[in-house]
C-alpha cells in the first residue's frame, strides 16, 4: 500500500447489494449500505482520483448519437469525455455512476438475445453488482495498473460471492466481456462507459484465462498493461478463490 489516503468508502446505491459480499476481506454490505476499507480491499491501491461524467448527460447527449462514416463511436465517446470528464476523489460517486451504467447495460430486456438460456435475470444483478465494484479498479494512461481489487477477477469474485460453479462462473464472464462478440453491445458498452472515463478493456481472450477487465482510458498503453497484468494476476486470483465458502461443484 502506499501513503494515499484510504478512509473507508461508503455509498448508498439504489439497490440493495447481497449481503455475500462481505465475504471478501474488506467490504461490508448492509442492504443499499455499501461500505469498503480500501486497505483491506485492495490487492494494489495507489489512486484514489477517477475521471467520470454526469451520467444523465451521457444518457441525453450521448446514448443515442450514432456514429457515421467520419466519427467513429470512439471518437464520439473520446470527444464527450474531453468536453464533460471530471477528476474526482469521491469513490462513492465512482460507484454511484458505475450502477447506473451497469444497470443500463445488463438490463433484463437483453436476456433474450444472449443466446444463452442458462443466464436469467438474477445472473444479471450479479453482473451488475460485480461490475459496480469493478469500476474503482484503475489503469494510467501509461498502461500502469494502479488500483486492482478482487473483481478484477470476474469469475473468481463472482464463485466466491454466489456460490457459483466454475461453468456457471465462465458463463457469466461470457456474458460480461460479451460485448466483444455483439456488436450491438458493443457500440451500447462504449457510449455508456464514456460515464467512466474510458472503455471497457479485458487482459483475457475468454473464460480460461480469466484476466478481468477494467475501465481503462483512451489512449493508454495497452503492452504495458499487458505486462504490469501477467506479472501480479495469478497470486491475486488464488486469494481470491481461498474466500470460497464451499468448493466449486
Known amino acids: 500500500m502506499t ?7 461508503t455509498v448508498e446505491l439504489p439497490q440493495a447489494f447481497d449481503e455475500r459480499w462481505s465475504r471478501l476481506p474488506g467490504i461490508q454490505v448492509d442492504g443499499r449500505r455499501i461500505t469498503i476499507d480500501p486497505a483491506e480491499y485492495f490487492f494494489r491501491f495507489e489512486s484514489n482520483t477517477w475521471l467520470v461524467a454526469d451520467w444523465e448527460l451521457v444518457k441525453s447527449q450521448l446514448l443515442d448519437v450514432q ?6 463511436v470512439e471518437q464520439l465517446a473520446l ?6 470528464g471530471e ?4 469513490a462513492a460517486r465512482v460507484l454511484s455512476t458505475a450502477y447506473e451504467v451497469y444497470a443500463y447495460l445488463f438490463r ?5 438475445g444472449l443466446g444463452l438460456p442458462q443466464i436469467n435475470a438474477e445472473h444479471l444483478r450479479m453482473l451488475r453488482e460485480a461490475a459496480t465494484l469493478m469500476a ?15 473483481c478484477w477477477f470476474f469469475p473468481a469474485a463472482t464463485s466466491v460471492v454466489f456460490d457459483l460453479d466454475d461453468e456457471m462462473g465462465g458463463m457469466l464472464d461470457e456474458v460480461y466481456h460479451g460485448g466483444w462478440f455483439n456488436e450491438h453491445r458493443r457500440i451500447e458498452s462504449i457510449k455508456a462507459h464514456a460515464a467512466l472515463g474510458g472503455r471497457l478493456v479485458h487482459g483475457c481472450q475468454s473464460v480460461p484465462d480469466q484476466s478481468g477487465g477494467v475501465v481503462a482510458p483512451y489512449g493508454a498503453s495497452m503492452a ?3 505486462d504490469d497484468l501477467a506479472a501480479f494476476k495469478a497470486g491475486w486470483i ?3 478463490y481461498a474466500h470460497r465458502v464451499t468448493p466449486a461443484a
Open 238 to 240: 488464488e486469494q481470491v
Open 108 to 112: 433484463d430486456e437483453h436476456l433474450d
Open 3 to 9: 501513503t494515499i489516503d484510504t478512509t473507508a468508502i
Open 87 to 90: 477528476s474526482t476523489s469521491d
Open 136 to 150: 474503482l479498479n484503475k489503469v494510467e494512461v501509461d498502461g500502469h495498473i494502479s488500483n486492482v481489487g478482487p
Open 224 to 226: 504495458n498493461f499487458r
Open 67 to 72: 456514429e457515421t462514416t467520419e466519427s467513429a
Open 79 to 84: 470527444d464527450f469525455i474531453k468536453a464533460h
